[in-house]
């Protein structure tokens, strides 16, 4: 099962909820891995009230591990684009193109990953949807995507608490403040008092 | 703390103001300029904020709000716009009929219930009839920005077009009249539709014209977000009804052309308030018993808020039974 139920924490912590179809001119979906799955439900969920859903949509999707598991469902769906890319990265000029030809009337739905949600949910904010009025849902691993707060480098799918900075090397406590213009959870580090003093590395949510 | 409204006070701060000018603008709207008596700059606001502007009519105290219109960058004057209500509870008819240049008027500090959301990318404002006076000062904030906007605006016909001449001829291209009597009408599916992303949508009419705008909107796949409005109610008048209150220990009696807010006021109790028109929550009073039926008309209380009596807005709101005890 690919979805999990984040216990309630502080208010800068993302809460997602579950993609439901909604009317709109153009429909923007973008998934990463297990997300599909979220793509797949909404698409049943479109498939008795709205058949026009998938014609009006441009799915991105980004397999990471879950390789080709999901592509040929997706690609059943005869969405009216359909994209599958390597990476968010990858994918990104894809996007801003996608937002810069766009007009009022774009339903948007981001599914999978927290990474892949908060990236996109930045590009989307600075094109000129704010977070609240995007739907996404989280599916998929709890891997966050980390920024040290002291050298700033970005940590991707962090998935132990602590970890040790890609960058710099400091052993850093995963925090549950979060920025969404960097869509990145902080990380501090855990042995500033004490060097050395590190506590054994947790799974998250474990 | 700022000089901004304090939740305990009833009402925002006041400032006395002199009437400066009074212009005729049509047969049924008059434009209202005030200045400060000492000269001194008012303080500022933002587009779509209003004010309450108290009048002394007959020893009955009128509160009426009003959206100000003049130039968010213009301290020295604050206007309004008032349409003649001839069939109203009479704040409209008493500025219209008595305020004369020179006269002293108490005003509040702006409150913006209806601001202009500055991240969007581009501004479209909807407006019908009179709903057109927060538009002159989000117009005028804009023009300073240079942000992008258009104004689609709806009157009966030309005679009726408050500020439509000078809108046309100052920002031509961007300013579009619709006149009912020629049967012209804002084409809201047409107009939603191609808007760059990040446009947002406001509108400012008849109670009627803002379902319309928000329901299309979302039809349109509009977020909520994006579509802003605003309609300050009048209280309705409506059968006379006893109210204990219980913490200034009394019992009043509402009568039939004052609203429950007016009649505690009348009563000497201080009672919260700002919008006075059923869209701020300033005023919200739990309800600690009632025998009978409520008659909420607020845009401020959840549905089911509203189903479950424990809540009223005096500002608009009336009751109608056997008793009511409120927490005031």
Same mark, same amino acid.
């Given at each position: 099962?690919?979805?999990?139920?984040?216990?309630?924490?502080?208010?800068?912590?993302?809460?997602? #909820?579950? /993609?439901?179809?909604?009317? #709109?001119?153009?429909?923007?979906?973008?998934?990463?891995?297990e997300g599909a799955e979220a793509l797949l439900d909404l698409a049943a969920q479109a498939g008795a009230r709205d058949s026009g859903l998938m014609a009006k949509a441009h799915i991105l999707y980004l397999p990471r591990q879950t390789g080709e598991a999901f592509v040929d469902r997706l690609r059943a769906l005869n969405p009216?684009?359909?994209?599958?890319?390597?990476?968010?990265?990858?994918? /990104?000029?894809?996007?801003?193109?996608?937002?810069?030809?766009?007009?009022?009337?774009?339903?948007?739905?981001?599914? #999978?990953?927290?990474? /892949?949600?908060?990236?996109?949910?930045?590009?989307?904010?600075?094109?000129?949807?704010?977070?609240?009025?995007v739907q996404t849902e989280h599916r998929g691993s709890v891997a966050r995507r980390m920024q040290c707060v002291h050298c700033k480098g970005i940590t991707e799918d962090v998935i132990t608490d602590p970890?040790?900075?890609?960058?710099?090397?400091?052993?850093?406590?995963?925090?549950?403040?979060?920025?969404?213009? /960097?869509?990145?959870?902080? #990380?501090?580090?855990?042995?500033?008092?004490?060097?050395?003093?590190?506590?054994?590395?947790?799974?998250?949510?474990? | 703390m700022s000089a901004a409204p304090q939740k305990a006070k009833a009402g925002a701060e006041k400032i006395d103001v002199v009437v400066s000018a009074v212009v005729p603008i049509n047969e049924l709207v008059t434009r209202f300029e005030f200045q400060r008596p000492d000269g001194a700059p008012f303080p500022p606001f933002s587009a779509g904020?209003?004010?309450?502007?108290?009048?002394?009519?007959?020893?009955?105290?009128?509160?009426?709000?009003?959206s100000l219109m003049s130039d968010p960058a213009d301290a020295g004057t604050y206007a309004i716009s008032v349409r003649r209500d001839d069939q109203g509870r009479g704040g409209s008819l008493y500025l219209h009929r008595h305020v004369k240049p020179g006269d002293r008027l108490t005003i509040t500090y702006p409150v913006n219930l209806f601001p202009v959301d500055l991240r969007g990318r581009k501004h479209v404002f909807l407006a019908g009839g009179i709903g057109i006076t927060p538009f002159l000062?989000?117009?005028?904030?804009?023009?300073?920005?240079?942000?992008?906007?258009?104004?689609h605006y709806s009157v009966r016909n030309e005679a009726l077009g408050t500020y439509a001449d000078q809108l046309t001829a100052r920002h031509p291209g961007k300013v579009h009249v619709y006149y009912d009597d020629r049967k012209q009408a804002i084409p809201l599916g047409d107009l939603l539709d191609g808007q760059p992303l990040g446009t947002h949508v406001y509108v400012c009419g008849p109670k009627g014209m803002i379902d319309w705008v928000h329901r299309t909107a979302a039809d349109h796949g509009w977020p909520d977000a994006h579509v802003h409005s605003e309609e300050f109610l009048a209280p309705q008048p409506g059968k006379p009804f006893?109210?204990?209150?219980?913490?200034?220990?009394?019992?009043?009696?509402?009568?039939?052309?004052e609203s429950?807010?007016?009649?505690?006021?009348?009563?000497?109790?201080?009672?919260? !308030?700002?919008?006075?028109?059923?869209?701020c929550g300033q005023c919200e009073t739990d309800v600690v018993e009632h025998d009978g039926t409520f008659i909420h008309r607020d845009h401020w209380l959840e549905e089911d808020q509203q189903a479950s009596g424990t809540k009223i807005m005096p500002c608009v709101s009336? !009751?109608?039974?056997?008793?009511?005890?409120?927490?005031?």
């Open positions: 099962m690919s979805k999990f139920q984040f216990p309630q924490s502080i208010a800068s912590r993302p809460v997602y #909820g579950t /993609l439901a179809p909604r009317p #709109g001119k153009a429909h923007l979906m973008m998934a990463d891995a009216a684009q359909f994209y599958v890319g390597p990476s968010f990265d990858a994918a /990104l000029p894809r996007l801003r193109r996608v937002l810069s030809d766009a007009h009022m009337g774009l339903q948007v739905y981001l599914a #999978g990953t927290e990474g /892949l949600i908060g990236r996109a949910a930045a590009e989307l904010a600075a094109a000129g949807i704010p977070v609240g009025s970890f040790v900075c890609a960058h710099c090397g400091l052993n850093l406590f995963v925090r549950d403040h979060y920025s969404r213009r /960097l869509a990145a959870f902080q #990380g501090v580090c855990i042995d500033a008092e004490d060097p050395g003093n590190v506590p054994e590395p947790v799974e998250l949510y474990r | 904020a209003h004010t309450v502007v108290e009048m002394k009519d007959k020893g009955r105290t009128r509160l009426n709000p009003y000062a989000m117009i005028a904030q804009l023009e300073t920005l240079g942000a992008r906007w258009e104004l006893e109210v204990r209150l219980c913490k200034s220990d009394m019992t009043i009696l509402v009568g039939e052309n429950l807010l007016e009649a505690m006021e009348r009563c000497g109790v201080e009672a919260p !308030f700002l919008c006075r028109g059923g869209a009336r !009751f109608v039974g056997k008793a009511l005890v409120l927490d005031r």
